[in-house]
């Protein structure tokens, strides 16, 4: 096992009714900027229910973060936030609403170019305090300190990540979560499977606990995922899958083991240039990366394989296959497909992904080997 440092400050505030707790939770003579998504909130009763928590603050509003949060939006979030005054930032929605405002706390009380902060990945100093009240299970950013800011004029994808951005606290709510569309819950899922492969399907370091905790999660999105995608979901299937997707990217899984990011890495540049939605992103590249990268990962492919579906019979090949194979199949039967072309997505995509990688000269993975070579070939095979 790796030597690490854990230390996580957010608190977690679970269940039925617990958006009321906002009034609690946030010191009265705050000035609050609350930030939005699209307008998901107006339709489930969540923006009632925190403008009736915090009817005794004093607040602001911000609409209109898109999913993939974009630079040129939240920066008009800056202005407002700074011309406010505000001294604290709560984020209502999805993953894109919550790192949209984690860009806008560090953006604020900085005096340069605010992009400067992703690109020339300058230390934050200084945040303004913030918290969540999260829609979408999926992306963990309720817990962890990343965010991932695109933006449009250039078509980046780039990650902004501060230990001074982990919310003060997060409330989670399953009961928000019954008017997402199925097509978000599947990508939601395969978001939160992803980030536990991301920490785990890389080589043995004898981590039994760690390992054991992450094939826990891989198997309750398996045993969740055909109730959350049911017509009429139950509220303990939704707050299973909840707390699932919180607890795949809040640094527990990460103590001391190597991760990977690879598939991530690769995934926000398909996004970047062809706005595909991230989960469905990761559903397309996560199969064909492990079959390109299967020796380096041939021990945990085969862990996982015998853990998490059983499989244990045939050569070694044959094992690695079928476990590929089921994984993707898993993908599929969400309802999400798991090929570029499928997309509408071509050839030319690649040659652009590849060109930046080969520019910033960047190589990822756990033993960084994902080369721009290998990239291109994990997406010739995704086609
Ligand atoms: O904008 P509104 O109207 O609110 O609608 C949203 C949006 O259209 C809708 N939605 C959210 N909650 C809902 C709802 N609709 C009905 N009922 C609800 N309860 O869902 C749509 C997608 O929302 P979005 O926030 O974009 O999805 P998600 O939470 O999957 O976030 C994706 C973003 O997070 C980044 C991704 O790259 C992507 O930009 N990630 C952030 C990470 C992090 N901070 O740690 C890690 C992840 O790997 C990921 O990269
Ligand atoms: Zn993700």
Redesign the pocket.
Known sequence: MYNFKFQNPTKIIFGKGMIAELAKEIPQGKRILIT??????RN?G?YDQVKQALANHHTEEFWG?????KYETLMQAVVLGRQKNIDFILAV???????GSKFIAAAIPYEGEPWDLISKRIRVQTTVPLATVI??P????EM?C???I?RKSTME?LVLSTPLNYPKFSILDPE??F???KG?IA??LI?TFI?TMEQYLTFPVDAKLMDRWAEGILQTVIETAPRAMDIRPDYDTMANYMLTATMA?NDFIAMGVPQDWAT?MIG?EI?AFAEIT??YTLAIVFPQLLRVMKDEKRDKILQYGARVWGITVGSVDERIEATIERTEGFFRSLGVKTKLSEYGVGEEIISKIVARFEMRGTVLGENKTVTPEKVEKILRMAL
């Open positions: 939005f998504g699209g307008g998901s909130v489930n969540v973060i898109e999913p993939n949060p929605g999805g993953g894109s609403v919550v790192d829609t979408l999926a992306t963990g950013s962890n990343g965010a991932v695109s994808k928000v979560t008017s997402l569309p978000q990508a939601g978001d980030h990217l991530h926000h996004t991230h989960g």
